[in-house]
Each structure stands twice: as C-alpha cells, then as structure tokens.
C-alpha cells in the first residue's frame, strides 16, 4: 500500500521517531489509526444518542418557517 503525506506530515512522522516516541512510520500509522478509529466510534455513539434524545424528547408547537425566523432573528441582533 502507498500513501502520499504532506511535507508537515513527514516532518511530523521524523520528529516523532526521532524522539524515541515511535521505533519507525509503520508503528506511528498504525497508533494513529487505532486513535482515529477509538474517535470515530465515539462520534458516532456521540451522535447516536443525540438523535434519540430527539426522538424521545417532546414535541415542539413550531414549525420549520418559525425555526428559521428565529435563527435570522437571532443573527441580526
């Protein structure tokens, strides 16, 4: 597999092996992507529970013109 890094990505990837933090890319990456994916499952179970407090939540009287009233209401003072 190849994959293209920005200069600052290099950059970074050195700096982080040099430090004795990493021993050499392939172990950064793989850390980074572990990282990346414990974040993104916590996005969405974040979200997930977002939208059912929706769901379970009461219902409001407005409708959507008198959302976006309020919302340019809000913006223009």
């Known amino acids: 597999m190849n994959v293209s890094l920005t200069k600052k990505q290099q950059e970074y990837i050195a700096d982080q092996i040099e430090s004795g933090d990493f021993q ?3 172990e ?5 992507l572990r990282l990346h994916e414990v974040y993104r499952h ?3 179970m974040d979200l997930k529970a977002e939208i059912e407090k929706g ?4 219902t409001s009287s407005r409708n959507i013109k008198d959302i ?5 209401q809000n913006k223009a003072g």
């Open 28 to 32: 950064l990456v793989r850390d980074a």
């Open 24 to 26: 050499n890319a392939s």
């Open 55 to 58: 769901w379970s939540g009461s």
């Open 42 to 44: 916590r996005v969405i």
């Open 68 to 72: 976006i009233d309020s919302k340019r």
